[in-house]
């Protein structure tokens, strides 16, 4: 175990102006907090956050995050806080335990998800700064050193599978080759503890009939290279057993098959002389077929660098080779953490750890050097929000989404049919925005439809996509059957013979597609019956313009309203339909119990509700009731912008009369040379009504915007 003045004398060898006081307080803060706690070891708690630091120390990080790793578990786990640690450490420290407490946190939900990948996307974007994610890193890489004193085996494969799946390809996708292997390894004999002994098995037998031949290897390839040249270091090491079942997965070769399970490292100073080295062992030995890569011209997504080959090489023994330069080898090894490494020089106040926030995004997300580029425009992960469904699934969103475009990114349907929605387990309004690792669960039911003020609470082009196409396929079904009536009507005046067949004749003159398609074109006005009959009738008279008969049929054609009372609530109870937000049949909706006063009905994205969030045991699910046959009017609020001409405000209440509602308030909000502001009280049947009114505002040249308050 690494001692306090060890840590300190390491740290103080790579970096002369680290605060010693400030290590040496955070050594005796972590080891009085943890106290007698012990590990499953049997051993002192401290000993882990001190194990934690010495990993880090070993990659030469600044003195914040080797502080953090002593204190990573106090917050957690003693009863120190983040007030007292900001105190007697200051707010860099601060926030990066913080950071580090809220991971582990999060990771007790990684056994419900399935999506690994996703799982990984979270722990990035909850880690605001790279060095939270490294302790974290190095903090799993003690706990699965450790792993086999753990008594529970179920926790133990849980941990272990946890690390092959989640946190051995973090530490790849930043480079972080070693810490990958070591987890990796450690995760497999946890995993396949007979494939494991196998494997060791027969590495110890190999071993024991090559006698040790690393030895010999590396000094017959250095000679050889040394001959042309070539100055070089050369490590030799045996592959990991994990590396050796991977290879079995892949390529269907048997045990007895296996040989070259040892590798070299051709380590030189220049890239000329990484292809000169190949030159030469490839003219020394035979070269096995399809192994050669060359990942220098061709670096791989996480910024790895070197040209790996394999050979019949000294004593007929198979051996890969993978040839870099010292700085290649660098970044292997530490991945990413090579360029934050403490360096003298730069400065200290936090350099470069924004930047290469950016570029871990970029590695995680690129599929290639293009893509590279390309993501260099685009949103970072901190920009999304990460949330699970039920069932531990994660969902990625924008920054700023909300249940409704969860509802969306789920699936077009669910957003369709959403009536509320339970965030951690509480009821909350669709318009409350998501955070990163939000429980979401929406609820649906096929009888709801979205809303058009939906469209103000989603960010995501897929839910505001959905909901703009559901409105307008319901206002296009609307214009289809009023036109279809006019068409019917106007036949009949006329005494002619009706038709679809007949109306198919007049699909190519009017330049559409279908006979749905006239019926829109009438229903919305854009033709006349008359101008239909003239196309189909060429020779017969017109008796009477149909610009008029469009406005009386329009008023006449209202559908058969639907239900108006709610189902849901108790006989007898009052009910209120809330000022704020003035719900009408077809909105989705829920209930407040409301002292004294019954019920009052909101929207269920009205944003009262937000007020009512503590208090869950007063909501009350209702429904409008389908079945009624009752008639009764409901208040609905519309808010509108109209061009301040001569007409306008004459012009708009005719439409509204026209649509058969009654404005039974009209209020000016503001009022420039340009334009009005209107807010608009209604009489309307249902939410079908409203829509009417609306499109038939929005259709009006008078009118900038409508929508509904
Ligand atoms: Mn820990």
Excluded at 374 to 403: N, R, Y
Aim: glycine share 6%; hydrophobic share 40%; proline share 3%.
């Amino acid at each position: 175990m690494i001692r306090q003045y060890e840590l300190v004398e390491i740290v103080k060898s790579y970096d002369p102006s680290a605060d010693e006081d400030l290590l040496n307080r955070a050594y005796v803060f972590a080891m009085k907090a943890h106290g007698t706690q012990k590990r499953d070891s049997g051993e002192d708690y401290f000993t882990h956050p001190l194990e934690v630091a010495g990993i880090l120390v070993g990659m030469h990080l600044d003195v914040a995050t080797i502080i953090t790793a002593l204190l990573h578990d106090t917050v957690e786990d003693t009863l120190a806080t983040l007030d007292e640690i900001e105190k007697l450490f200051g707010k860099e420290v601060t926030f990066l335990v913080d950071g580090v407490t809220k991971l582990s946190q999060i990771e007790f939900q990684s056994d419900k998800t399935k999506q690994a990948e996703n799982f990984r996307k979270l722990l990035i974007a909850m880690s605001s700064d790279i060095r939270v994610l490294l302790v974290k890193l190095a903090d799993r890489l003690h706990n699965m050193r450790t792993l086999h004193f753990v008594q529970s085996e179920k926790k133990r494969i849980r941990v272990a599978r946890e690390t092959m799946e989640i946190y051995a390809p973090l530490a790849e996708r930043i480079g972080l080759h070693a810490l990958k292997d070591e987890l990796q390894n450690l995760a497999f004999t946890e995993l396949h503890p007979d494939a494991d002994q196998s494997i060791l098995a027969r590495l110890t037998f190999l071993r024991e009939q090559g006698g040790g031949h690393l030895q010999p290897i590396t000094a017959e390839l250095k000679q050889v290279l040394e001959e042309h040249g070539i100055k070089s270091f050369i490590a030799g090491r045996e592959k990991t057993a994990y590396s050796i079942w991977q290879k079995m997965q892949k390529k269907n070769i048997t045990f007895e098959q296996l040989s070259d399970i040892i590798a070299f490292r051709v380590i030189v100073d220049m890239i000329p002389d990484c292809y000169r080295a190949l030159g030469v062992i490839h003219s020394a030995y035979s070269v096995i077929p399809g192994r050669f890569k060359d990942y220098i011209s061709t670096p791989k997504q996480n910024g790895y660098q070197s040209i790996h080959t394999a050979v019949i090489g000294p004593n007929l023994h198979r051996i890969e080779i993978q040839i870099r330069t010292k700085e290649m080898e660098k970044v292997s090894e530490l991945g990413v953490a090579a360029h934050w490494q403490y360096k003298q020089g730069i400065s200290h106040d936090g350099y470069q750890y924004r930047g290469l926030r950016g570029l871990l995004d970029i590695l995680e997300t690129a599929e290639g050097p293009e893509e590279f580029l390309e993501h260099t425009k685009l949103e970072m992960f901190q920009d999304q929000v990460f949330c699970f469904t039920p069932k531990g699934d994660l969902i990625s969103l924008p920054h700023g989404a909300t249940a409704i475009d969860f509802a969306y990114a789920v699936h077009s349907s669910v957003g369709d049919h959403s009536t509320g929605v339970r965030i951690n387990g509480r009821m909350m309004p669709l318009r409350s925005e998501l955070k990163n690792g939000d429980q979401v669960e929406i609820i649906t039911s096929k009888s709801q439809h979205p809303s058009p003020t939906w469209e103000r609470f989603v960010i995501t082009g897929k839910a505001r996509s959905s909901i703009r196409r559901f409105i307008r396929q319901q206002q296009r079904q609307q214009f289809i059957d009023l036109g279809k009536t006019l068409a019917q009507k106007a036949f009949r005046n006329e005494h002619l013979t009706f038709s679809e067949k007949i109306l198919e004749n007049a699909v190519e003159p009017f330049g559409v597609k279908s006979t749905e398609d006239i019926y829109a074109s009438l229903g919305e006005g854009l033709k006349t019956t008359g101008e239909l009959i003239r196309v189909l009738h060429p020779d017969h008279a017109v008796k009477t313009s149909s610009k008029k008969e469009l406005i009386t049929s329009e008023t006449s054609r209202k559908p058969k309203e639907h239900a108006l009372s709610l189902s849901g609530l108790i006989p007898g109870m009052a009910v209120h339909y809330a000022g704020c937000c003035h719900p009408v049949p077809g909105d989705q909706i829920i209930g407040i119990v409301t002292t004294g006063k019954g019920v009052t009905i909101h929207t269920s994205d009205c944003s009262t509700l937000e007020k009512f969030m503590d208090t869950p045991e007063r909501w009350i699910d209702v429904d409008w009731n389908p079945e009624s046959q009752d008639k009764e009017s409901h208040v609905a609020r519309i808010y509108t912008v109209l061009l301040h001409q001569p007409g306008t405000v004459a012009s708009i209440t005719a439409i509204i009369a026209r649509e058969n509602a009654n404005i039974i308030n009209m209020q000016i909000t503001n009022r420039t040379e340009e334009y009005y502001e209107f807010i608009i009280d209604l009489e309307v049947n249902n939410l079908e009504h409203l829509y009417n009114i609306i499109a038939a505002l929005r259709m009006s040249q008078h009118v900038l915007s409508v929508d509904r308050r």
